[in-house]
């Protein structure tokens, strides 16, 4: 791997980096942080979308034709890692972004270029992603959400769960069931969803976390024109590969390692202050080694992305090693995450909102947070499953 960035590549980052600096308020990710109400934060980052945007780092991996930036695959790893280390609050519309809009970039018809990817650039209109179902999570191919041709529309009748900012959205991209008595692969198609069609109900969940990101989505004969169809009839499982291509790629893991590893830091710092009666906690042995494999760990997970990022630029397509990317990450997070709570010892247990809670009571959410780790954009055992059949050759 070659770890040296053009001089090209070196002003993308110093741009990007003065850009953040006047666009975040001042005392950003010190004094002053995102709002802690669910329906606040969801104003706060819908105006720091329209921030991006206005700043034309909204969507910076599409063409300049369709308002992007053209950036290459190293400018997108620099813009996660540099989003993250400046504490940058996440996309609202991020499905709009690297799912949605990259998909009909790669699928779509030209009216449907011309529909829709001007506002989810502008971040005017944002987006979920609805391919989940109740009994349909890991194994997507089963679903069984229906959509029924009758003249120029479908009519969907189904119901979609895990589907993330959905009560925030105007629009849904779904998976869903036009051919029955075909193999569950081959009946699958792609929809674009107005989320204010008659028909469509959606009923928030509350996580462990206590957040509501998730939601239940349920369509009670939806009609859908035809015109919305990504592709052909049928074809939606190969659609929906190059989807999770992008939902399980090296950027996002850079972006996650940067934020992984701040949190690693105050974990340090933490334990390096907090007195016991032998000195501090990173004075115990067994607190070092945990502390040791997780550094090792999140460091890792940075080489396991870049292994990727030299793969693509080598010319291979975007492919199963994805998986592995999602699959080392996930039980990586989970693992530190775990070490946090066993290295605080009996503090564990004062959450955020106590006032005695260590670094805020952070670490007990991150914890809760990290447990959807290797449930979201692929289960575990699914990553499993394709590493072994696509990149190991083991029989089904």
């Not at 990007?16 to 004094?31: N, S």
């Not at 996440?90 to 990817?117: C, M, P, V, Y």
């Not at 650039?121 to 069984?144: H, K, M, T, Y």
Request: aromatic share 10%.
């Amino acid at each position: 791997m070659d770890f040296t960035y053009t001089d090209e590549e070196h002003r993308f980052r110093l741009e990007l980096r003065a850009w953040l600096a006047t666009a975040l308020p001042e005392g950003w990710g010190e004094t002053v942080f995102e709002p802690e109400d669910e329906e606040e934060r969801y104003l706060f980052r819908r105006d720091w979308d329209k921030k991006l945007s206005s700043g034309r780092w909204a969507g910076i991996n599409w063409p300049v034709e369709y308002g992007g930036r053209g950036a290459t695959l190293v400018e997108r790893g620099i813009f996660a890692e540099e989003m993250a280390r400046a504490k940058a609050p996440e996309s609202l519309n991020i499905i709009g972004h690297n799912l949605a809009g990259t998909t009909i970039l790669h699928h779509g018809s030209q009216a449907q270029k011309d529909r829709f990817l001007p506002p989810i650039i502008a971040n005017e209109e944002f987006w979920c992603q609805g391919f989940s179902e109740p009994n349909a999570g890991s194994d997507l191919a089963s679903v069984r959400t229906k959509a029924v041709r009758k003249g120029d529309k479908y009519v969907v009748n189904g119901q979609k769960i895990w589907t993330s900012y959905a009560q925030y959205s105007q629009w849904c991209f779904a998976l869903v069931r036009t051919d029955p008595d075909a193999p569950k692969h081959k009946g699958l198609s792609f929809l674009l969803i107005d989320m204010s069609s008659p028909g469509i109900s959606i009923r928030p969940l509350r996580q462990i976390s206590g957040e509501s990101e998730f939601n239940e989505t349920f369509f009670e004969d939806v009609e859908v024109p035809v015109e919305n169809l990504v592709g052909q009839e049928n074809d939606g499982w190969r659609i929906a590969m190059t989807t999770l291509a992008y939902e399980r790629g090296p950027e996002d893991c850079l972006g996650r390692q940067v934020r992984f590893k701040q949190e690693l830091e105050k974990l340090l710092e933490v334990c390096a202050a907090e007195p016991t009666a032998n000195g501090v906690l990173a004075d115990d042995p067994v607190v070092r080694q945990k502390l040791g494999r997780s550094i090792v760990e999140v460091e890792a997970m940075r080489l396991v992305a870049l292994k990727s990022f030299s793969r693509i630029l080598a010319g291979d397509e975007r492919g199963p090693d994805a998986s592995v990317i999602k699959l080392y990450w996930s039980h990586a997070a989970q693992r530190m995450n775990e070490a946090a709570l066993d290295i605080l010892g009996p503090a564990a247990v004062l959450s955020e909102g106590d006032d005695d809670a260590m670094a805020g009571g952070r670490f007990q959410t991150s914890f809760l947070q990290s447990k959807a780790f290797s449930i979201y954009s692929g289960s575990s055992e699914i990553q499993r499953n394709i590493i072994g059949e696509r990149m190991l050759g083991l029989p089904r």
